[in-house]
Every structure is written in structure tokens, then in C-alpha cells.
């Protein structure tokens, strides 16, 4: 007993000594999201993003995907942009990926799409799809992934998904 309390005791007091030395304990910055102009927040996966116009017909959407509870985190965030005109139909359109396979969670994915527009675009949808595992108890098959997927219509309008966090 006495063996295990000397252990504890010496535990405590590396913590304490490596906080006030800033080392492996010190606070880790919580990232700021409301530079974003947009975001989205979805059943797993919440997106910030910003939307700038590089050039007269190119359009660019950087941005960043958090995982900000799933304990398993969910995987191969792929994304499509696409250009539509007044009809809903497509007229441009490009695909990307968020940085890293995994998004764990509480640490941000980046992400960059940049669309060449043809003309006539009146609007961008932005399309996004991942995989997650269900850990869930109740289903035969709560460990095999499923693909979710989530549209984000009209993403760059200057007053649609305004960031509020």
C-alpha cells in the first residue's frame, strides 16, 4: 500500500513540476473558428470556410473540417465544388480532399478547392462525404464504415451560413 501511494505522490509531482516548466502539460490553445466566414455543422463533422474570388472566374474555398465529439474518428473527408447555373445545372466543377486520412478529434483538417468557373454560374454548392464507423450496440454491423454525405448549398453567399461560434 504504502509502495503505491509514493508512486501516486510521485506522479503528481512530475504533473506539477512539467505544468510550471510549460512542458508536456502546459494548455493547448483552443483554435478560433470565428475568423471563418462560413461554417456548416453536421451530424459528425462541422465546417469552417472562407470564400474569395482569385481572379474574375476563379473562386477559392479554403477552410478547416473538426471532429468535434466522435470518439472514432471519421475518415476520408472529400469534398466537391461545384459551379451552378440559374437552371441548377453544373457547369463547373472540382474535387479535393481535407489534409490527413483521420479527423481526430479537436484538431482541425484543412481543406482548399479552387473552382474555374465557365460562365453563367450563378451559385457554388459545396458536397461533402466521409466515412464513420457506428459504435453503436444495437446493430449487427456497428463496426463496418458508413459513407455520409452533405450538401451545403449556395457556400459562398455573402449572408447563407454565416459563422455564429
Same mark, same amino acid.
Given at each position: 500500500?504504502?509502495?503505491?501511494?509514493?508512486?501516486?505522490?510521485?506522479?503528481?509531482?512530475?504533473?506539477?513540476g512539467?505544468?510550471? =516548466?510549460?512542458?508536456?502539460?502546459?494548455?493547448q490553445?483552443?483554435?478560433?473558428f470565428?475568423?471563418?466566414?462560413?461554417s456548416?455543422?453536421?451530424r459528425h463533422?462541422?465546417l469552417y470556410?472562407?470564400?474569395?474570388?482569385?481572379?474574375?472566374?476563379?473562386?477559392?474555398?479554403?477552410g478547416?473540417?473538426v471532429?468535434?465529439?466522435e470518439?472514432?474518428?471519421?475518415?476520408?473527408l472529400?469534398f466537391?465544388?461545384s459551379g451552378?447555373?440559374?437552371?441548377g445545372?453544373v457547369?463547373?466543377?472540382?474535387?479535393s480532399?481535407a489534409?490527413?486520412?483521420?479527423l481526430l478529434?479537436g484538431?482541425?483538417?484543412?481543406?482548399?478547392?479552387e473552382?474555374?468557373?465557365?460562365g453563367?454560374?450563378v451559385?457554388?454548392?459545396l458536397?461533402?462525404?466521409?466515412q464513420?464507423l457506428?459504435?453503436?450496440?444495437?446493430?449487427?454491423?456497428?463496426?463496418?464504415p458508413s459513407t455520409?454525405?452533405?450538401?451545403?448549398? =449556395?457556400a459562398?453567399?455573402? =449572408?447563407?451560413?454565416?459563422?455564429?461560434?
Amino acid at each position: 500500500m504504502s509502495i503505491r501511494w509514493v508512486g501516486l505522490v510521485a506522479v503528481a509531482l512530475g504533473a506539477v513540476g512539467c505544468a510550471e =516548466d510549460g512542458g508536456s502539460f502546459a494548455r493547448q490553445a483552443i483554435p478560433d473558428f470565428s475568423r471563418f466566414m462560413h461554417s456548416s455543422a453536421g451530424r459528425h463533422i462541422t465546417l469552417y470556410w472562407d470564400c474569395v474570388r482569385t481572379e474574375p472566374a476563379s473562386l477559392l474555398l479554403e477552410g478547416v473540417g473538426v471532429n468535434r465529439w466522435e470518439p472514432i474518428p471519421p475518415r476520408f473527408l472529400e469534398f466537391t465544388l461545384s459551379g451552378v447555373d440559374a437552371e441548377g445545372r453544373v457547369l463547373s466543377r472540382t474535387r479535393s480532399a481535407a489534409q490527413g486520412v483521420n479527423l481526430l478529434q479537436g484538431f482541425p483538417a484543412p481543406f482548399r478547392l479552387e473552382l474555374k468557373e465557365q460562365g453563367g454560374e450563378v451559385r457554388v454548392d459545396l458536397l461533402y462525404q466521409y466515412q464513420i464507423l457506428d459504435d453503436s450496440f444495437d446493430r449487427l454491423s456497428r463496426m463496418l464504415p458508413s459513407t455520409m454525405t452533405q450538401q451545403v448549398r =449556395d457556400a459562398c453567399s455573402s =449572408d447563407a451560413h454565416r459563422n455564429r461560434s
